[in-house]
């Protein structure tokens, strides 16, 4: 394996010679072994590539935005850059961000419910014309510090709103009054946006409603003198082929109806998960263990233990790259690093702790796994959309690492692709692993 070098903020390792990604997460514990075991992450930038195959192949009329709070990790923003995605950016260094990976302006969307007034500025300084708003307040700052946006209204959803306590976007009812109110202030009204949570159950339901409410805004903006043509369909996107299937199979006869191509309407949408989840995996090290007995008639029928219960404690928990958890959003059981263990090696009930010894800080409340020591390592896939920019700031170590790995057949195939990550190769060190 050889590492390559191309900015001083990360590098990609190029994995040669049957080498896999097994065997790089191998190599970062062994050098951890030596030093103080600290947790970090290693990233698959030939998942990206396969994501957006699949994304092309089975929803070509969506247009993919990438939200950058899902993964602010600069290899993931060059990456997705160099596919031609655009960028949903919810602050003014995120906007930054994107804008230093040679992102067009006009590939950028300024989201985000309230924004700051020095938010609102960067956008206007730096041409980004497309910006999501959601009610009047908002609608007087934009028009106050940047005349010439583009603006997408904010609707809400059935769906959304059952997902959480706080309703954003404004109400089909309330729609006219902001739009007369935007053509009041001079503002540009462009199109509307909505988003349909992963966790929804009736797809078609949810999808026909929001649908539904689109095209009546698009009718109210044209009749006002609106040019509407942007529609945003938002989020919701798990990284499952199978899930988009069922997405593309709720979308496509609605927007054929509502939507068609041939009215001119751009559809985007922010596969955030989607592109990234699967990219990325965590491994962190057990360093805390408790021992819990039951008795007997505590536990379920298919626990054939001697009722011990095990408690891990972890270098990360919830206060750093889980903290999706605090969100409701479940973290799936880990898989031990191990390099002989036994197909019929016992299991125990077990739960896995972070480090703080707050009650919160709970990341999995019950899973199945050999005992362990402390000293041991587990490995969390699926870890790319927890939002890498916190890592470094939310871990208990000073900076979590990230290593970046890609085969050579998947970097010739991205090079295939078009993926112009040329002026980033030109300086590369070859080392050896």
């Keep these: 394996m050889k590492g ?47 994501q957006h195959t699949c994304w092309q192949s089975i929803v070509p009329q969506l247009q993919p935005y990438f939200p950058v709070k899902c993964n602010s990790s600069p290899a993931v923003i060059e990456v997705l850059a160099s596919l031609g995605l655009g960028f949903v950016c919810a602050s003014k260094a995120e906007v930054s961000l994107v804008l230093e990976h040679g992102v067009p302006p006009e590939s950028i969307i300024l989201s985000s419910v309230f924004k700051q007034l020095a938010h609102i500025k960067h956008a206007a300084k730096n041409n980004i014309q497309h910006l999501v708003c959601e009610n009047e307040a908002e609608l007087s700052k934009i028009a106050r510090l940047h005349p010439n946006a583009k603006l997408l209204l904010q609707l809400t959803t059935e769906a959304h709103a059952a997902e959480t306590s706080m309703a954003f976007g404004f109400s089909l009812k309330s729609c006219r009054h902001l739009l ?78 509502y939507f068609p191509q041939l009215s001119g309407v751009q ?103 050999p005992e362990l020591g402390v000293g041991d390592w587990l490995l969390f896939s699926n870890m790319g959309a927890c939002g890498l920019e916190e890592f470094d700031c939310l871990s208990t170590s000073s900076q979590l690492p990230v290593y970046y790995t890609i085969s050579t057949s998947d970097w010739y195939e991205m090079q295939e692709a078009g993926v112009a990550l040329d002026s980033a190769m030109k300086n590369f060190s070859i080392t050896k692993w």
């Excluded at 805004?217 to 798990?238: A, K, R, S």
């Design 4 to 50: 390559l070098v191309d900015k001083p903020n990360y590098i990609i390792e190029l994995l040669e010679g049957g080498v896999t990604l097994e065997d790089v997460i191998d190599g970062h514990i062994c050098e951890q072994a030596l030093v103080e075991k600290s947790a970090f992450a290693v990233g698959n930038l030939g998942a990206l590539m396969r």
């Design 267 to 369: 559809v985007l949408a922010q596969p955030g998960s989607f592109y990234v989840a699967s990219a990325f995996t965590l491994a962190v090290n057990v360093i805390g263990k408790k021992v819990v007995t039951h008795h007997w008639d505590a536990l379920s029928h298919d626990e054939k233990n001697d009722g011990t219960e095990f408690l891990y404690y972890m270098n990360e928990g919830v206060y750093g790259p889980f903290s999706r958890k605090l969100l409701g959003n479940t973290i799936a059981s880990p898989s031990v690093h191990k390099h002989a263990l036994c197909t019929d090696e016992a299991v125990y009930p077990s739960s896995l702790w972070g480090p703080s010894l707050d009650q919160l800080d709970q990341v999995v409340e019950r899973c199945l796994l």
């Design 180 to 257: 007369e109110k935007a053509k009041e202030l001079g503002v540009q009204v462009v199109g509307a946006t909505f988003h349909i949570p992963s966790s929804c159950q009736d797809l078609q339901q949810a999808y026909t409603h929001a649908l539904s409410d689109a095209r009546c805004v698009f009718d109210m903006g044209v009749d006002l003198g609106f040019n509407m043509n942007i529609l945003d369909i938002g989020g919701g996107f798990t990284g499952s082929e199978f899930q988009l299937k069922q997405v593309e199979s709720a979308l496509r006869p609605l927007l054929d109806a």
